[in-house]
């Protein structure tokens, strides 16, 4: 590839269902180079085999991209000067090059039906179209070049196949991994257009990606055993000089590292594996993913990024623009990368710490309303002072009921084992006489609490945590939350003299 040529990547992803994290760690990466390098992403939908079509897949990867932040420059939605970006409406675009592939003699036809192959297969468990049986199978290679005629007059049904060279070795240069050669006696004569006019994804992958003026691919580890299929159809088709280059994203592991991840993995383990909730229209099943199990896509994104790349350095957490400041090819291990759902939730702890309340406001508000709290009684700036207080204790932004439902209702249950043994009469007496305290009080706030409270305990000649943590159940119900004086000021003068006085009965019979 010459220097001078405009970076443009694309995601190509088929519709054929929800997308798995590698998938958005793949379509994160070619977005990530293309940034750095003021260059082009693009979504292509690669739809050409119509019998794993599923419907809402193509709709789930863009509004998934739109999650993530990963908006592309030209789509089906945004169409740019290389149009379509559906495949399967570039469909008169393919056929010429299957047909010149079999004028040059690198391609043929094939007339084999389904019902023949499927007795080959019979016959030879491991059958495969390939340089070694061709000649004994039903092709424009073994027929007489008259009944190839005859048949293709007729309208005889057939595909068209890649002949692969005997003994020779394809090689190219990965971004990643270096060097990688290839024995083409091991790959077999793959299928480039269909009975049905359809390229397979081979075919309409290379002519694609040239026709786009893609630069550089990066794609799953899983589709480097078809790289010298598209390395060949590049030289054969006689656009070597323009091909891409590659880079095969190292797989995501299972969290023991043994083999990929899988959905199943997820389901088995109880952690989402895809980006977003898919609910598969087939079988009716819905998977989970990580925005609806509360993940904020600043978090999945800077999670994703981190499988399988960093900057050399110990650093951790990346926003969008750090990344595509960053990004560089030679960070990308060749490893695999295990997947660790606590370190997933680490990431999203952190991303809630840093957000600004305002992007959490709608979130939070509709976690209050979902336990019947009238938000609207409170107020944002109310909302938004207890997000403050409880916001480094949440791993989802559902966590917000469980660490500050207190703050909009009195506790339902108390931690009456950890106050009530230790309870006595100098105690009744202590928060009665702080109560009496309370009410004299004009100014409320923590600072002006807790120096009070304190004093009120020192002179009691007690103990202060035998006072402090039953005036935190007392507010709480439970061990947990923020400082209590904090507490107190945010519930009120009111409020905390009657939670005061609601539990000490309960504390002490
Ligand atoms: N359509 C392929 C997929 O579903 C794309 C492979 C590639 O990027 O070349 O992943």
């Not at 073994?142 to 692969?164: C, N, P, Q, V, Y």
């Not at 990643?176 to 290839?182: A, K, L, Y």
């Not at 999945?300 to 951790?316: S, Y």
Request: glycine letters at 6%; charged letters at 30%.
């Amino acid at each position: 590839m010459s220097s001078d040529k405009k970076v443009r990547v694309r995601f190509a992803p088929s519709p054929t269902g929800g997308l798995h994290l590698g998938g958005v760690r793949t379509a994160l990466f070619n977005y990530l180079f293309a940034k750095h390098h003021n260059g082009e992403f693009i979504l292509r939908i690669e739809d050409t085999d119509q019998t794993r079509f599923v419907p809402g897949a193509e709709e789930y990867i863009m509004e998934c991209l739109a999650w993530c932040g990963l908006n592309p420059d030209e789509s089906p939605n945004q169409p740019g000067n290389f149009g379509p970006y559906r495949q399967s409406e570039r469909k008169p675009s393919y056929r010429k090059f299957a047909e010149e592939l079999v004028e040059k003699g690198y391609a043929y036809y094939a007339f084999d039906t389904a019902e023949e192959l499927e007795e080959q297969r019979k016959i030879h468990p491991n059958f495969r179209y390939a340089h070694d049986n061709r000649m004994s199978l039903r092709n424009s290679l073994s027929l007489e070049k008259e009944e190839t005629e005859r048949l293709l007059a007729e309208g005889a049904a057939h595909t068209i196949r890649i002949k692969m060279p005997e003994n020779e070795v394809v090689s190219f240069n990965d971004m990643i991994r270096g060097r990688v050669s290839f024995e083409t006696n091991l790959v077999d004569d793959k299928v480039l257009l269909k009975a049905d006019g359809m390229p397979t994804y081979h075919l309409a992958v290379v002519v694609d990606d040239r026709a786009m003026e893609i630069s550089h691919i990066f794609r799953g580890e899983e589709w480097l055993p078809s790289a010298p299929v598209h390395i060949l159809l590049w030289e054969y088709l006689g656009w070597k000089d323009e091909m891409p280059n590659w880079a095969h994203l190292p797989l995501i592991l299972k969290p023991d590292g043994n083999g990929k991840l899988s959905k199943r993995d997820g389901d088995r383990l109880g952690f989402p594996v895809y980006a977003m909730n898919w609910n598969d229209p087939k079988t009716g099943d819905l998977t989970t993913g990580f925005r609806e199990r509360g993940f904020l896509p600043e978090a999945f994104v800077n999670m994703l990024a981190l499988l399988g790349w960093n900057d050399g350095t110990e650093q951790e957490l990346f926003d969008m623009d750090e990344l595509i400041q960053k990004f560089s090819v030679e960070r990308i291990s060749k490893a695999g990368a295990k997947f660790d759902f606590e370190k997933a939730k680490w990431y999203n702890q952190e991303w809630i710490k840093r957000a600004p309340n305002t992007e959490l406001l709608s979130e939070v508000k509709a976690v209050l309303e979902k336990h019947a709290v009238q938000t609207a009684e409170y107020g944002d700036d109310f909302v938004e002072t207890i997000l403050d207080l409880v916001k480094e204790r949440l791993t989802y932004i559902e966590d917000f009921w469980e660490q500050a439902s207190f703050f909009f209702q009195k506790p339902a249950n108390y931690d009456i084992d950890a106050v009530k043994p230790k309870w006595n009469q100098d105690k009744t007496s202590f928060f009665n006489e702080v109560t009496d305290l309370f009410k004299d009080q004009s100014s409320w706030d923590a600072a002006t609490l807790e120096p009070l409270f304190k004093q009120k305990i020192a002179d009691s000649g007690m103990k202060m945590g035998e006072l402090m943590m039953p005036f935190r159940i007392m507010l709480v119900g439970g061990k947990f939350g923020p400082d209590v004086f904090k507490i107190a000021e945010v519930l009120g003068k009111d409020e905390v003299i009657e939670r005061i006085q609601l539990a000490v009965p309960k504390f002490q019979d």
